[in-house]
C-alpha cells in the first residue's frame, strides 16, 4: 500500500540523547515536511524539503536537523534532546507544492510518539 | 501576524448538521485547506478553497469568503464515526500553511 511511513511509532528518551525519527515514502512526492503537534496548538512545521538536495527550516527548527539524499527518505534529527522536544512527529508529502500549480494536498504518516525525560 | 482562529470543542447528535467555523489572517492568501484527525491518528485531507463559495462533496462543504477571511466545513447527516478533530488551515503568500488548533467534534447518539 503507497503511503508514508514513519518510524519509531512511540519512543521514551532521555534527555541528552540523540535521536532520528525515519520517515519514508513510496508516492514518488517531490515536497516532503516534519511538523510537531501539541496539544492547544496547530500543527507547526520544523523542516521542509521541496525536492531531493534541498532543505529549508519551517517555524520551529531549533534543536532539529533534517536531509533530503534522495526522493523517498527525510529523517528527522534531535542532536540534544531536550523536554520541550516531547510531542507527536508528523512527516508529511506532496506530489507538488501550490506555487508550481499542484495541489498542495499534504499526505499525512501515522507519526512518531516521543517522550524525552 | 499570521493567525488561525477555531472553536476548541463542538457538540452535535447524531443524524444532525453542524458548522465548523474558522477565520483567518495571513500575508497573502493562496488558499483553505479543511482536514479530518481521527484520535491518535493522522491528518486526512478532506477540502480546498481558493474561490470565494460553497463546494460540495458529499456529505461534506466547505465555504470561503476572502474579503471576510473567513471559511466553515458543514457537515450533514452526522455519523458516529465523524468523531474527529477538524483542522483548519490557510496558505500564505509563500505558500506556507498556516495551521489552526482544531476543532474537536463530539457525536452524541
Known amino acids: 500500500i503507497a503511503g508514508i511511513t514513519q518510524a519509531p511509532t512511540s519512543q521514551i528518551l532521555a534527555a541528552g540523547r540523540r535521536m532520528t525519527l525515519r520517515c519514508t515514502q513510496d508516492?514518488?512526492?517531490?515536497?516532503m515536511y516534519w511538523y510537531r503537534q501539541d496539544l492547544g496548538l496547530g500543527l507547526r512545521l520544523i523542516h521542509y524539503s521541496n525536492t531531493a538536495g534541498t532543505t529549508g527550516k519551517g517555524e520551529v527548527p531549533d534543536g532539529y536537523s533534517v536531509s533530503r539524499a534522495n526522493t523517498d527518505d527525510f529523517p528527522l534529527t534531535l542532536a540534544s534532546a531536550v523536554p520541550s522536544q516531547t510531542s507527536v512527529y508528523f512527516c508529511a508529502s506532496s506530489d507538488s507544492s501550490r506555487s508550481s500549480g499542484g495541489t498542495g494536498e499534504l499526505f499525512f504518516g501515522e507519526g512518531s510518539r516521543l517522550t524525552v525525560l | 501576524g499570521q493567525n488561525i482562529d477555531q472553536p476548541t470543542e463542538m457538540t452535535a447528535t447524531e443524524g444532525a448538521i453542524v458548522q465548523i467555523n474558522c477565520t483567518y489572517q495571513t500575508s497573502g492568501f493562496n488558499g483553505l485547506f479543511w482536514y479530518q484527525q481521527h484520535a491518535g491518528e493522522a491528518p486526512t485531507f478532506l477540502s480546498y478553497n481558493v474561490l470565494d463559495g460553497l463546494e460540495e462533496k458529499g456529505r461534506f462543504s466547505s465555504f470561503l469568503s476572502r474579503s471576510k477571511g473567513y471559511s466553515y466545513l458543514l457537515l450533514k447527516e452526522l455519523q458516529m464515526k465523524d468523531s474527529a478533530s477538524y483542522l483548519c488551515?490557510?496558505?500564505?503568500?509563500?505558500?506556507?500553511?498556516?495551521w489552526g488548533a482544531g476543532t474537536k467534534l463530539i457525536i452524541k447518539p
Open positions: 488551515a490557510a496558505m500564505d503568500s509563500n505558500y506556507q500553511l498556516i
Open positions: 508516492m514518488r512526492h517531490n515536497a
